[in-house]
């Protein structure tokens, strides 16, 4: 939203959720179901996927994609190096309040695919295969500076 005028100017206007300002306030990063990608056998939706974008919608695009999870919770490191997400099986993230596997992935191996996801590769094929940092079951991720005394 333009702050001087309250103009409205949506990111993306289809099944987003979750987004977080990066340390520089000009970009975000949010979940994302695109519109055209094939339905699952899980719940016949799709899978939502982690994008990030200008604060004005352009230039998105995929951040982390893995069929047979939705990327829902997630937050950019202080230096805006780093994302830390959720990777839940459930669709709407923990229904039943048990947390979600998260994991940390560097911004620049973005876009990354996880796992074999044959239908984000046919939409997505640029992979940087990048390495994800595997970490317990959480509920909203954070990152938290250390305090040192």
Known sequence: MNAST???????TYQNCTPHWFPDS???VFSYRPVAQEKNANNGLGWSYLYMSDGDGKNAGLVYGEDGVH???NMVSPDGRYVV??????????P??????????????APTIGGASPALRKSEPQDKRGVLLPLPKGWKPHWGLPKFS
Do not use: K, Q, W
Not at 6 to 12: D, F, I, K, R, T
């Open 6 to 12: 309250g103009e409205l100017n949506p990111v993306h």
């Open 26 to 28: 000009a970009r975000l």
């Open 71 to 73: 990327i829902y919770g």
């Open 85 to 94: 997400f959720t990777r839940s099986v459930l669709e709407d993230g923990d």
């Open 96 to 109: 039943h309040h048990m947390g979600s596997p998260m994991a940390v992935m560097r911004l620049r191996d």
